[in-house]
């Protein structure tokens, strides 16, 4: 094991750097994630009197960071909130900015050790004794301790492929971010939801030449109320050019080729965003020992009351606990996680008779775990 850099440190967003990873931090609690969700645990435990440390491969909220950079949420701020610390904003909705605004402040008034850009290689040990191995951004090994561990790594890094010729050129992306680079260029965006409809309205409404095209016979019916009118006039309007009932079959250098009811047409092109979904790495969740359950969606199985996992001492929060049913865990439900594990943590690891949490949120998070909600995007 090659010994780590100064860089190699986990940092208190609001003090110095406090741990060298060279030596392996010993915590009661590892989360993997720093996200809201991985963020709303630590807190939780913290506040329960235990210590806590936050591991990701990425920055603080990686995933909200790669956000479209004018995206605005679909919810309120209250709904965002962890740690009962308030969100406020001059918004009915809150913008991607406000929000990574907010979970910083969160960090530094929490005082949350977080370890950033530093990939977990490996998890091995056993409940009471974990042992986490990750690697930083200048290829540093270390090894972290830990009594219990939580996965918050959510979905977001692992979009769903697409299987066909040509979507490993560097012009596919499975992320939005913002439409200047493509200023007057052909731009084909792949699917039906809220991503593609709002990718698709801000391209065009920033002077690309738009293609729509989607499997299905029309946008989705989970399409945001107040998107849906602007997407489909603009589809009426032959603004945006749209193919439903229809696939990509070839992605070439300067054009697609498509599959539509009224035959094969292949479309000049200089870039496509294929905005199909995401996954969770169920890959290590099955390397861990985790069961997943192929009648229910591949949900990971674990218990409800508790969130942990078939493996003992290692919790499931946020949306990984849905399986394949990623429409169901957002911030709004899995900042509640952190209250279930926290709650479990203090029998298990001190003995004592945890709080019983409200009813509204108990029971939210377990229909969620045994999948029973089926609601939005």
């Not at 590892?30 to 996200?35: F, K, P, Q, R």
Request: net charge negative.
């Amino acid at each position: 094991m090659s010994s780590p850099s100064s860089h190699t440190h986990a940092t208190d967003p609001g003090g110095d750097p406090s741990l060298d990873a060279a030596t392996g931090h010993n915590v009661d609690l590892l989360v993997i994630g720093a996200g809201p969700t991985g963020m709303a645990c630590a807190i939780e435990a913290q506040r329960a009197g235990f210590s806590a440390l936050l591991v990701d491969k990425g920055c603080l909220c990686n995933s909200l960071f790669h956000y479209p950079a004018g995206m605005t949420f679909f919810t309120t701020p209250e709904l965002l909130e962890i740690g009962d610390i308030p969100f406020a904003s001059a918004n009915q909705k809150p913008t991607r900015n406000e929000a990574l605004e907010y979970y910083r402040r969160v960090a530094q008034h929490c005082r949350l050790q977080v370890l950033q850009y530093h990939t977990v290689q490996g998890i091995s040990g056993f409940d009471g004794d974990f042992r986490v191995a990750t690697v930083d951004s200048y290829g540093h090994a270390a090894t972290l301790r830990a009594r219990k561990l939580v996965l918050a790594t959510g979905y977001y890094d692992l979009p769903n492929p697409l299987g066909i010729p040509g979507e490993q050129l560097p012009k596919v992306m499975h992320y939005y971010q913002e439409p200047h680079p493509y200023f007057g260029l052909d731009v084909v965006v792949i699917g039906g939801k809220n991503s593609a409809a709002i990718a698709a309205l801000d391209l065009w409404r920033h002077g690309a030449r738009v293609t729509l095209v989607h499997r299905g016979p029309e946008m989705h019916r989970h399409v945001k109320y107040w998107i849906m009118p602007d997407i489909s006039n603009r589809i009426r309007n032959g603004e945006i050019q749209a193919f439903f009932n229809s696939n990509v079959t070839h992605i070439g250098q300067y054009e697609v080729t498509l599959n539509t009811p009224e035959g094969e047409q292949t479309l000049p092109n200089h870039f496509v965003f294929a905005l199909t979904g995401y996954h969770p790495d169920f890959a290590l969740l099955e390397r861990l020992g985790v069961r997943l359950d192929p009648a229910n969606d591949r949900r990971p199985v674990c218990n409800p009351a508790t969130l942990e996992s078939n493996v003992p001492g290692l919790y499931l929060a946020g949306v990984i606990v849905a399986g394949e049913r990623t429409n169901e865990v957002f911030i709004e439900n899995g900042r509640f996680h952190g209250k279930l594990i926290a709650n479990h943590l203090r029998h298990a690891l001190r003995g004592e008779t945890a709080p019983p949490l409200p009813e509204d949120v108990a029971a939210t998070v377990a229909a969620t775990v045994r999948g029973r909600l089926r609601n939005q995007e």
